[in-house]
C-alpha cells in the first residue's frame, strides 16, 4: 500500500462529524432514524463510534413488561 494511501485511511478514521452531518450523509441513509434516536446533539463521533453505537443498540435486550 502506497504512503498516500495510508495517510488517506488514518485521516479518515480520525475524522469526526456532527449527529447532522452522519444523519444526512449518504453512508447511513438507510439507519438515519436510529442515529437520531441514538446519538447526542452537539457531540462529534467518528464513523467507527456511530457504526459501534448502532451495534451496541442493535444487540441490546428487549425488556418484556
Request: hydrophobic share 30%; aromatic share 6%; with cysteine.
Amino acid at each position: 500500500m502506497a504512503k498516500s494511501e495510508q495517510k488517506t485511511k488514518k485521516q479518515t478514521s480520525s475524522e469526526r462529524f456532527t449527529k447532522r452531518q452522519l444523519v444526512c450523509s449518504e453512508k447511513y441513509c438507510n439507519q438515519s432514524d436510529l442515529l437520531c434516536a441514538l446519538l447526542d446533539d452537539g457531540k462529534l463521533y467518528s464513523l467507527s463510534e456511530a457504526d459501534e453505537i448502532m451495534k451496541r443498540f442493535m444487540k441490546g435486550k428487549v425488556k418484556v413488561c
